[in-house]
């Protein structure tokens, strides 16, 4: 708890600030995952006149917390698509955190002020360390090794691509919590993932070639991940 009120702090001293391009007066959509309708978070009611200075708080956490739950969209579609999930705890648990960003949507965005209270700060902060978890557990060693073992090309690069989102997302995460916007191991890991899913995988063949390296790659990432996540629990 203490050091979620240290990053509590320092986020509203501008210290721990996320780098993210600028948010015009267009909103940002949600995906509902029962028919893809979009669901509009209305970012033009934050102040956008002068687009030339610093964005503010509310707008950097609307945009995390609309991609945390187009990410928690895609686990969920996928993990129907594969199985049936919806009685277990990882459905339960992401349907809940997606609840529970859409009520701190709506109070960031009906919050008075540009520097939001300490409460919603607070609850921030837990559903980006929640999405970390979530998305472990989603990442578990069963979930790899479906994945390495599916002989569609087709499957395995969407399956790669929705997990490389999820990490990308996670390690962002991270490395703000700490401060490490120069961390070699996440940048050059996450790097090299990257590239090898991008470039690498084009078909069975090359996907045997490289799967071994991808596997461990997400494994240390997660793993690493997991480590600075451990004081935040």
Known sequence: MNNLKFIALSLSLGTMTI????????????????????????LNMFNTENKHIK???????????VKLYNNYNAIL???LEINDVKNSDLYFNI????????ELLYNIINYPYYIVNSEIEQNFL?????????????????NLNRIFNITNIDEIKYDLNNI??????????????????????????TLHLNFLVHNNIYDMDSFN???????????KISSYIDNILVEYR
């Not at 964005?55 to 917390?65: A, D, F, G, T």
């Open 164 to 189: 490389l989102d999820i990490i990308t997302l996670s390690v962002d995460i991270v490395k703000n919590f700490e401060g490490e916007y120069n961390n070699d191991f996440l940048n050059e890991s």
């Open 126 to 142: 837990k559903s980006n360390i929640s999405f970390c978890n979530l998305s472990k557990i989603y990442m578990q060693e069963e």
């Open 55 to 65: 964005r503010n708080q509310k707008e950097e956490m609307s945009e995390i917390l």
């Open 95 to 102: 349907t809940k955190q997606k609840s529970n960003i859409k």
């Open 209 to 219: 070639e490289n799967k071994y390296t991808i596997k461990n790659l997400i494994n």
């Open 77 to 79: 579609k996928r993990g």
């Open 19 to 42: 780098i993210l391009p600028f948010i015009n007066t267009q909103a940002l959509p949600i995906y509902d995952d029962t028919n893809e309708k979009q669901i509009i978070t209305p």
